[in-house]
Each structure stands twice: as structure tokens, then as C-alpha cells.
């Protein structure tokens, strides 16, 4: 009766049973390289070494008896090159580490005995220093040299033979696991085959989106190199993804990924590639002017560009574009064109007016930063020079008042009217020397209050130390994105000097005192919920912590206009 058992048991019978045969040679063959170790240690490491010490302190011994007959060294010296002999033979005689040695060969055993009797007889001539130079003495270190010849040509041939003939054996069986090894290996190498060809597919796989991960994409981009082909690369990222992780969860930030991912397999004559968390890459074999090239980036984008809708949620997912190119001006290798539309990327994140950038342009843009900087800082060594900055400042609405209290502090470019990032100014390490004397300039416009955002409370704690609140104090409100990573020496220092702080985000995902909110004098929301409901929640709740909320004209116009809460904040509440 035939057995029907299925293909995939017995290849996985035989694979155990190659895998047991393998683990069992290998523990042989290392039992049989450990005996020979064994040998090693024995004749090499410890009666190897044993031997050696004993003809090197005999050979001593006789130095020192050759210089004190000519008068070159003290009789301390001898005596003691003595009583080393002496022990060095008597250990040799008596340790267990020799033991195998004295036994099976007891004709070392016979010449040390020799030697050791022939040393002990000198004991005598050694305490009466007057027979030291006599002819007498002078025959028994003779003899001494003869049976210490005799020893050395002895141990000479009996350790090179012992450990051939301990070894010679165990290396004819370890030869022999090692073809049964190389046998072994060519049938798990073939048996293993197509688990290896599946699990280099799933290597270059993204497990969430299954699109290619970067691996796939620099051996993309490699093969599409080496066939001469023009290349575009177009590095993308979500915006605000991390907005959507943090307030509604990663579930659904994992459904917007998957998501996005279909929308990027639709494009035809495009791969892509996720490179980790919300950033993907776009490779298409289209290459050309940059002109060309933006038009194709616009229809991109907006192809990419969804409303995310599910039961609970439905938002609009945005995206960012870093773009570079192959041409005759630039061809790098398959890093370099992904570090460039990474960076090319990354300027879309620095306060760029624009959602898609071209590594072209932004070299041109770090060219031209270091120009402004220099102009920057030759207005500040002469400040009655032109400024190459202008000041514009936006009204701030009180939807309680529906006044405009606060006016919003920014910054531009004289010769393009672009727009200039107070975080850039501190990037470039001149935050400190500019912005006092900006501020300056724009508190002789109005006599409002004026709001600059900052990025971060470093930036308010260097400015603090300018002594900026002394003069400008009262009329400058300084914004923070929230009270997160604060510390507890800056509100201090806020506490002493007295100056005003908004915020636009009250909650983090770090867990805030509500002790620390009573130094936050606004609130400058980025945007407010579509319902009326909420907007009246969150604008009440302000005015209960005691804070005076700012919007803009045109959120102001969508704002629920709310009176006056006349409630008093306890501040350990």
C-alpha cells in the first residue's frame, strides 16, 4: 500500500533530518578539535612550557657560574640562580601537569633525575666559596652541561613527536566532516532555495502599504542608471500626519498610509516607494526642462491629494513635494538623487510658501540664504543703512470685543517681497542680533500690541537674556506653540519680568500643570473646529483659564462671537 504524503512534509522531514546529521557532525567535529586542544595545552601550554623553564634556569645557572669564576657577578647572584634550578627541576619531577609526559616517556624522566642529582651534589662546593675556582669544580659543571644536552635534545624530540601522534587521527576524522559538510550544505542550499528567492521579495516589501521600501528603491534607481535612462525623483510626505497619529490614532493614520499607497500605484509609468512613516518616493522616467517638469508636478499633486472619509473621521490629506531630475548638467548616483529629493523636500517644511520644491531651485535658495545673512549682519554693524527686511503687521481679532487688539508681527524680503521665518533668523544664529532691533522698529509704527510667534521656549529664554522685556516688554507678546519641554526656570524668569505669552495649543501629549497656564495671557488657535459647538467650548474654556483669544480677520468670520465670562481662575485648582 503506497503512502500519498504531502510534498511540503517530506521536504520539511528532510530538512530536520539534513539540520539533525548537521548539528550532530558539528558537535564531533568540535569534540574531536577540543581533544586536540587538549594535546595542545598538554605538550605546548603547560609541559611545554614546563620544560623550557627548566632548561632556561639551567642554562641560567651555568651563566652565573661562568661570570663568578671571572669575577663578573657576586655570589648572591649564583646561589640564587641556585635555589631557581633546584625548585624548577623538583616541580618538573613532582607537578601533575608533567605527569603524562614523565610516563609515557621515562627516559626524560631518567635524564632530569639525572640533571637534578648531578645539581644537588653541588650544594656543598656552593656554601664554601674557596672550591668555587678549583679544577673540581670546574669537571662537575662540565658534567652538568653534558646531561643538561642530553635533556634538551630529548624533550626536543619527544615534544615534536607526541603531538603529531595525538593530533594526526583526530584531523583524518575532521577532514572527513568537513566534505561531509560542504555535501550537507548543497542539499540544504537547494532545499532552501525558493524560501530564499520568496524571502528576498518580501525583503524590498513594505509590510504596511506593500510597496517597495527603500532597499527596492536604491536597486531601482541603480538599474534605471546603469540603462542610461533619464530619471525623476519626486520625495513626498503627508502634511500634518503627525496631527492625525496624535489626536485620532494610529489606526487610522495606518488607513490613511494604505490608502495613499493606492493612490500611488494608479499613477501609470510611475513606481513608488515608501521610505518609513509618511514619506514616499516617486520614480518616473520622465525628464526635462524644470518647466515642463513643474507643470507635471502640479497635476501630481493633485492627483495625490484626497478627502480621507471613514465613519467616525473625514479630513483632507495634503501633500508635499521634493523634486530632482536627470540631466546632462546632473547625473549622480542612486543616493545622491534620493538625498536630493529629500532635500528638496525638506525646504517645503521651512516655511517655504510653496507644497513642492526642486533641489535645483533650493541650492539656488542656500546661495542666496548665506547672501541675506551677510546682508543682515552688515545692517546690524551700521543700522542707520536700509534694512533689507519690511515689517508687516496683521491685525489680531477679540471675538469677545470683535476689536482688533493685537497686531501679528512678520517679516519680508525687500528686493522679492518673499517671506522671511523667524525660525530661519535663528537658524542662521542671528535671531539675537536682529529681532530686538526689528521689534524696535515696529513698536514706532503702532502703539497696539504686537504678537511674534516663536518656535521654540529656547528662543524666548535667549531673548529674554537680550533684556528685550525692559523696553519692549509691555508692548510685545511673545507666541509659543504650547507649553510642552518648558522649563521651570523660564517661567520663572516669565513670572519676574512680567511679559506676555500666548499660545496656540493648550493640551500635548505631554501632561501640563494647570498651574503653568495662568502665565499664558492669549490664545492664538491655528484653526478652529467647523462645528459652533466646539468653537464655543474651546473659546469659553479660555476665557475661563483667564486667557484673551486672537484670530485672524478670516477665522474671525467663521468664529462664534461670544460675550464676556466673568469667572475667576484659582491658580492651584
Given at each position: 500500500?503506497?503512502l500519498?504524503?504531502?510534498?511540503?512534509?517530506m521536504?520539511?522531514t528532510?530538512f530536520i533530518m539534513?539540520?539533525?546529521?548537521?548539528?550532530?557532525?558539528f558537535?564531533w567535529s568540535?569534540y574531536?578539535?577540543?581533544?586536540?586542544?587538549r594535546s595542545?595545552?598538554?605538550?605546548?601550554r603547560?609541559?611545554?612550557?614546563?620544560?623550557?623553564?627548566?632548561?632556561?634556569?639551567?642554562?641560567?645557572?651555568?651563566?652565573?657560574?661562568h661570570?663568578?669564576?671571572?669575577g663578573?657577578?657576586?655570589l648572591?647572584?649564583?646561589?640564587?640562580?641556585?635555589?631557581?634550578?633546584?625548585?624548577?627541576?623538583?616541580?618538573?619531577l613532582?607537578?601533575?601537569?608533567?605527569?603524562v609526559?614523565?610516563?609515557?616517556?621515562?627516559s626524560?624522566?631518567?635524564?632530569?633525575?639525572?640533571?637534578?642529582?648531578?645539581i644537588?651534589?653541588?650544594?656543598d662546593?656552593?656554601?664554601h666559596?674557596?672550591v668555587?675556582?678549583?679544577?673540581?669544580?670546574?669537571?662537575?659543571?662540565?658534567?652538568v652541561k653534558?646531561?643538561?644536552?642530553?635533556l634538551?635534545?630529548?624533550?626536543?624530540?619527544?615534544?615534536?613527536?607526541?603531538?603529531?601522534?595525538?593530533?594526526r587521527?583526530?584531523?583524518?576524522?575532521?577532514?572527513?566532516?568537513q566534505?561531509?559538510?560542504?555535501?550537507?550544505?548543497?542539499?540544504?542550499?537547494?532545499?532552501?532555495?525558493?524560501l530564499?528567492?520568496?524571502s528576498?521579495?518580501?525583503?524590498?516589501?513594505?509590510?504596511?502599504?506593500q510597496l517597495?521600501?527603500?532597499?527596492?528603491l536604491?536597486?531601482y534607481?541603480?538599474q534605471?542608471?546603469?540603462?542610461?535612462?533619464?530619471?525623476?525623483?519626486?520625495a513626498i510626505?503627508?502634511k500634518?500626519?503627525?496631527?492625525?497619529?496624535?489626536?485620532i490614532?494610529?489606526?487610522?493614520?495606518?488607513?490613511?498610509?494604505?490608502?495613499?499607497?493606492?493612490?500611488l500605484?494608479?499613477?501609470k509609468?510611475c513606481?513608488?516607494?515608501?521610505?518609513?512613516?509618511?514619506e514616499?518616493?516617486?520614480?518616473?522616467?520622465?525628464s526635462?526642462?524644470?518647466?515642463?517638469?513643474?507643470?507635471?508636478v502640479?497635476?501630481?499633486?493633485s492627483q495625490?491629494?484626497?478627502?480621507?472619509?471613514?465613519?467616525?473621521?473625514?479630513?483632507?490629506?495634503?501633500v508635499?513635494?521634493?523634486?530632482?531630475?536627470?540631466?546632462?548638467?546632473?547625473?549622480?548616483?542612486?543616493?545622491?538623487?534620493?538625498?536630493?529629493?529629500?532635500?528638496a523636500?525638506n525646504?517645503?517644511?521651512?516655511?517655504?510658501n510653496?507644497?513642492?520644491a526642486?533641489y535645483?531651485?533650493?541650492v539656488?535658495?542656500?546661495?542666496?540664504?548665506?547672501?541675506?545673512?551677510?546682508?543682515?549682519?552688515?545692517?546690524?554693524?551700521?543700522?542707520?543703512?536700509?534694512?533689507?527686511?519690511?515689517i508687516?503687521l496683521s491685525?489680531?481679532?477679540?471675538p469677545?470685543?470683535?476689536?482688533?487688539?493685537?497686531?501679528?508681527?512678520h517679516?519680508?524680503?525687500?528686493?522679492?517681497?518673499?517671506?522671511?521665518?523667524i525660525?530661519?533668523?535663528?537658524?542662521?544664529?542671528?535671531?539675537l542680533?536682529?529681532?530686538?532691533?526689528?521689534?524696535?522698529?515696529?513698536?514706532?509704527?503702532?502703539?497696539?500690541?504686537?504678537?511674534?510667534?516663536?518656535?521654540?521656549p529656547?528662543?524666548?529664554?535667549?531673548?529674554?537674556?537680550?533684556?528685550i522685556?525692559?523696553s519692549l516688554g509691555r508692548?510685545?507678546?511673545?507666541?509659543?506653540p504650547?507649553?510642552?519641554k518648558?522649563?521651570?526656570?523660564l517661567?520663572?524668569?516669565?513670572?519676574?519680568t512680567?511679559?506676555?505669552?500666548?499660545?496656540?495649543?493648550?493640551?500635548?501629549?505631554?501632561?501640563?500643570?494647570?498651574?503653568?497656564i495662568?502665565?499664558?495671557?492669549?490664545?492664538?488657535?491655528?484653526?478652529?473646529p467647523?462645528?459652533?459647538?466646539?468653537?464655543k467650548?474651546?473659546?469659553?474654556?479660555?476665557?475661563?483659564?483667564?486667557?484673551?483669544t486672537?484670530?485672524p480677520?478670516?477665522t474671525?468670520?467663521?468664529?462664534?462671537?461670544?460675550?464676556?465670562i466673568?469667572?475667576?481662575m484659582n491658580p492651584?485648582?
Amino acid at each position: 500500500m503506497r503512502l500519498n504524503i504531502p510534498r511540503n512534509i517530506m521536504i520539511n522531514t528532510a530538512f530536520i533530518m539534513l539540520l539533525a546529521i548537521f548539528t550532530s557532525g558539528f558537535l564531533w567535529s568540535f569534540y574531536l578539535q577540543k581533544e586536540n586542544n587538549r594535546s595542545i595545552d598538554r605538550f605546548y601550554r603547560s609541559t611545554n612550557w614546563y620544560a623550557n623553564r627548566m632548561l632556561y634556569q639551567s642554562e641560567n645557572f651555568l651563566y652565573q657560574v661562568h661570570l663568578y669564576r671571572l669575577g663578573a657577578a657576586p655570589l648572591s647572584d649564583l646561589t640564587e640562580s641556585y635555589d631557581l634550578v633546584w625548585n624548577r627541576l623538583q616541580l618538573f619531577l613532582e607537578a601533575s601537569t608533567t605527569e603524562v609526559l614523565r610516563k609515557r616517556h621515562p627516559s626524560v624522566t631518567k635524564d632530569v633525575e639525572t640533571l637534578f642529582a648531578r645539581i644537588k651534589s653541588l650544594e656543598d662546593d656552593l656554601n664554601h666559596p674557596e672550591v668555587l675556582h678549583s679544577a673540581a669544580f670546574a669537571n662537575k659543571i662540565a658534567q652538568v652541561k653534558g646531561d643538561l644536552l642530553n635533556l634538551n635534545y630529548s624533550l626536543s624530540r619527544v615534544l615534536t613527536s607526541s603531538i603529531s601522534e595525538g593530533t594526526r587521527q583526530n584531523n583524518d576524522l575532521i577532514q572527513f566532516w568537513q566534505l561531509s559538510v560542504f555535501i550537507i550544505t548543497v542539499l540544504l542550499s537547494i532545499a532552501l532555495l525558493r524560501l530564499t528567492r520568496r524571502s528576498s521579495k518580501l525583503a524590498t516589501l513594505d509590510p504596511l502599504t506593500q510597496l517597495g521600501n527603500r532597499r527596492a528603491l536604491t536597486h531601482y534607481v541603480k538599474q534605471q542608471l546603469k540603462r542610461k535612462k533619464a530619471l525623476s525623483l519626486c520625495a513626498i510626505d503627508l502634511k500634518r500626519f503627525k496631527q492625525i497619529n496624535d489626536q485620532i490614532g494610529y489606526q487610522v493614520g495606518d488607513q490613511v498610509l494604505v490608502e495613499f499607497a493606492n493612490q500611488l500605484s494608479l499613477l501609470k509609468d510611475c513606481h513608488a516607494f515608501r521610505l518609513g512613516g509618511d514619506e514616499f518616493v516617486l520614480v518616473g522616467t520622465y525628464s526635462g526642462a524644470q518647466a515642463n517638469l513643474a507643470h507635471w508636478v502640479k497635476e501630481l499633486k493633485s492627483q495625490l491629494e484626497f478627502d480621507y472619509q471613514s465613519d467616525d473621521h473625514q479630513f483632507p490629506v495634503l501633500v508635499r513635494l521634493g523634486i530632482t531630475y536627470t540631466d546632462e548638467n546632473n547625473q549622480p548616483d542612486a543616493e545622491t538623487l534620493l538625498d536630493q529629493a529629500i532635500h528638496a523636500l525638506n525646504e517645503t517644511k521651512q516655511g517655504s510658501n510653496e507644497d513642492y520644491a526642486f533641489y535645483a531651485d533650493s541650492v539656488f535658495r542656500v546661495d542666496r540664504s548665506k547672501s541675506n545673512v551677510e546682508k543682515l549682519q552688515d545692517w546690524v554693524k551700521n543700522p542707520q543703512s536700509t534694512c533689507p527686511l519690511s515689517i508687516r503687521l496683521s491685525p489680531l481679532c477679540n471675538p469677545v470685543t470683535q476689536q482688533n487688539d493685537v497686531v501679528e508681527f512678520h517679516l519680508t524680503w525687500k528686493d522679492d517681497n518673499s517671506l522671511c521665518a523667524i525660525n530661519w533668523l535663528a537658524e542662521q544664529s542671528i535671531l539675537l542680533l536682529t529681532l530686538p532691533l526689528l521689534l524696535e522698529s515696529a513698536c514706532q509704527l503702532t502703539s497696539q500690541p504686537i504678537l511674534i510667534r516663536l518656535h521654540t521656549p529656547y528662543q524666548l529664554e535667549q531673548l529674554i537674556k537680550t533684556e528685550i522685556h525692559q523696553s519692549l516688554g509691555r508692548q510685545v507678546i511673545f507666541g509659543l506653540p504650547n507649553l510642552a519641554k518648558i522649563s521651570d526656570s523660564l517661567l520663572a524668569r516669565i513670572k519676574e519680568t512680567s511679559i506676555k505669552v500666548a499660545v496656540e495649543q493648550i493640551g500635548t501629549d505631554d501632561l501640563i500643570e494647570i498651574s503653568n497656564i495662568v502665565y499664558v495671557d492669549y490664545w492664538i488657535p491655528g484653526s478652529l473646529p467647523n462645528s459652533p459647538a466646539k468653537q464655543k467650548v474651546l473659546l469659553e474654556l479660555a476665557q475661563i483659564f483667564g486667557q484673551i483669544t486672537l484670530l485672524p480677520p478670516k477665522t474671525m468670520k467663521k468664529a462664534t462671537t461670544l460675550a464676556s465670562i466673568e469667572l475667576e481662575m484659582n491658580p492651584n485648582g
